[in-house]
């Protein structure tokens, strides 16, 4: 048999390590399963421990700094038990305190803090709210129901800041622009030597304030109904009041203006509180007569005529010492004949415009507006003439004026129908005898 060598000195030192390395990774081996549980196990217990740290650290530092009287028998680690103690109570104190007064707080302010949080947030909150709107916000149940509400005020009042800019900076170039007008007027002035004298809009409103006055003393009456406001709509009403606008304007510019009177204008009623929204504070100084009384009771009757488009009197001439009475209404869902069946009531005497007469009427109703029945006896009043008055009457409800030849025409037509219903030989017999 063959004799082994004996092994050297470094193989015996590898020996010795091979079983210590066969340990360690049969336990490697071993332990490597129980890893995914035992490593968060630690990270979650260093974790409690920084966090206990931080907490001790925090509450220690919330102690307030007062000298307890020392005591032979007390503890440091005791001392700080009673000092975090009193450091709880504290706070619980606190928390306790502001939930009482977060429940004792109004909504109302707290709502308000609410919409000044989101303003300093950046959102679209508006800066002024009413009482009305902060209600409507307030009665909104949930926060995106708010913030489109607020949204919603936040682009209203943009647009009306949006709006007042616009009409700022209209009125600044307007006032520019007189100022340069009157720069240019100044200038000319002073280059040329005019024989007249030039008109400002001051003297021609004290003109006119001046004919108004007289008008008052002297004038003839025109008369508007004002007892029609039960029969109509507010819209109807709103335009009912323009058109008397209108008709006050175009008499105070007229040469001969009438005295106007406002009859059955009653104080709360909604034509008077419309006039008064409408003139505001120039309501008290208008030169025309506004009264609760009726035109029976103001006038005698037989000087009253009541122009109505359903009479079937025909007005020929314009009279000058009649009372003309013109019904403030818009007759657009009225039912027809209203103002006449008034008029037949009142024993008052009707006429309506000769617009057949006149005109080749086309399509539409024969109803005219207030102010353009005023201007047709402005014109009549000034000038007496019918083609003049009438052309104050809308082009889209006639096809033109007739010609005044056709008049002469049919009579001879007329005369012609006349002679040809005698029997043939008659006239000549009759002359013959003579």
Known sequence: MC?????????????????????????????????????????????????????????SSKIPAESYPKKENTSPEQLELDGWKITMKSSVQEGVSTVSSAKDEDPVAATRELIEMWRLLGREVPEHISEEE?????????????????????????????????????????????????????????????????????????????KGAQAMQFGQPLVFDMAYDDYMKPKELQYTVSQLLESEGWNRRDVDPFHIHFCNLKPDSPFRRELIKRYGEKWNKLLLTATEKSHVDLFPKDSIIYLTADSPNVMTTFKHDKIYIVGSFVDKNMQPGASLAKAKRLKLATECFPLDKYLQWDTGTKNLTIDQVTRILLCLKNTGSWEEALKFVPKRKHTGYLEISQHPQEF??????????????SLNKYTKKK
């Open 134 to 210: 902060l209600k409507t916000i307030m009665e909104c149940d949930s926060k995106s129901s708010k913030k489109k509400y607020l949204k919603y005020l936040y682009l209203r009042e943009k647009m009306k800041k949006a709006k007042e800019i616009k009409k700022e900076m209209k009125a600044a170039a307007r006032e520019k622009a007189i100022q340069d007008q009157l720069l240019e007027t100044t200038n000319q002035d002073k280059q040329q030597d005019f024989l007249f004298l030039r008109l400002w809009d001051r003297n021609m409103d004290i003109a006119m304030g001046w």
């Open 412 to 425: 001879v037509n007329r005369i012609k129908k006349t002679i040809n219903s005698f029997p043939k030989g």
């Open 3 to 59: 004799a082994r060598k004996a092994p050297s000195s470094e193989e015996a030192q590898g020996f010795s390590y091979m079983p210590v390395f066969l340990k360690m990774s049969i336990g490697i081996t071993f332990i490597r399963p129980f890893a995914r549980v035992l490593v968060p196990f630690t990270l979650n217990r260093k974790r409690r421990v920084l966090y206990s740290t931080i907490l001790h650290r925090h509450m």
